[in-house]
Each structure stands twice: as structure tokens, then as C-alpha cells.
């Protein structure tokens, strides 16, 4: 059974600093495209970062390009998220997701296991 644990999130001022975390059991991430997701309240769930099985690829969402960075480590079956210079409008719930779809997207749909996600709140 696939399961994928986000952790990491809290609350955090702007301008600071959070490292997300992604685990997984049941499958082996280094195999698969691993997409960081957020949803805000009333708001579409939007690609935030991608990574694709290799990690020679990478996508970023315009609004977090040169602040966040995903990152693999493939001992630890992890994925990462650190994010840097973090503004009020990151706020919302953090989802890792995995895709079997070979290099990098923001399409929701081409992922098939999703983790819970994890809260983010950025304050002013």
C-alpha cells in the first residue's frame, strides 16, 4: 500500500524559511516524478514544484522560481521542499504526489498517490 507523510509545515513570519518533507512507504520515489501541490481556502490547487525521476529536470511555479527548491534523496526515500523569503500569499495546505508520467508537470491529474499535506501559514 503506497503512503505518502508530509511534514514540515507550521507557522512562520515573512521572509522566513520552512524545509518540507515528503516520505513514502509502499514505493520508492526515486522511480517516479514527485510533485509538491498547494491549495488555499476558496483557491484551485496549484503545481508548485516538480522533480522528475532522475532529477535532471525541475519545474517551479512562476510565483515561487528563485525562493523554493525540491530536492531528492534517494537513501532516505525523501523528497524536499525548502522554502525561502516565504510571503502571506504561500499560505495553504502543502501536498506531495506522485506520477509515473516521465519528467516534470503541474497537472494534478497526471498524479496518481497524493499525501495528506501539511499547513503552512504565513504571517505578515
Known amino acids: 500500500q503506497v503512503q505518502l507523510v508530509e511534514s514540515g509545515g507550521g507557522l512562520v513570519q515573512a521572509g522566513g524559511s520552512l524545509r518540507l518533507s515528503c516520505a513514502a512507504s509502499?514505493?520508492?520515489?526515486?522511480?517516479?516524478?514527485i510533485g509538491w501541490f498547494r491549495q488555499a481556502p476558496g483557491k484551485e490547487r496549484e503545481g508548485v514544484s516538480c522533480i522528475s525521476s532522475n532529477g535532471d529536470s525541475t519545474y517551479y511555479a512562476v510565483s515561487v522560481k528563485g525562493r523554493f527548491t525540491i530536492s531528492r534523496d534517494k537513501a532516505k526515500n525523501a523528497v524536499y521542499l525548502q522554502m525561502n523569503d516565504l510571503k502571506p500569499e504561500d499560505t495553504a495546505v502543502y501536498s506531495c504526489?506522485?506520477?509515473?508520467?516521465?519528467?516534470?508537470?503541474?497537472?494534478?491529474?497526471?498524479?496518481?498517490?497524493w499525501g495528506p499535506g501539511t499547513q503552512v501559514t504565513v504571517s505578515s
Open positions: 509502499g514505493i520508492t520515489l526515486a522511480r517516479y516524478t
Open positions: 504526489a506522485v506520477s509515473a508520467v516521465p519528467g516534470t508537470s503541474n497537472d494534478p491529474s497526471e498524479f496518481s498517490y
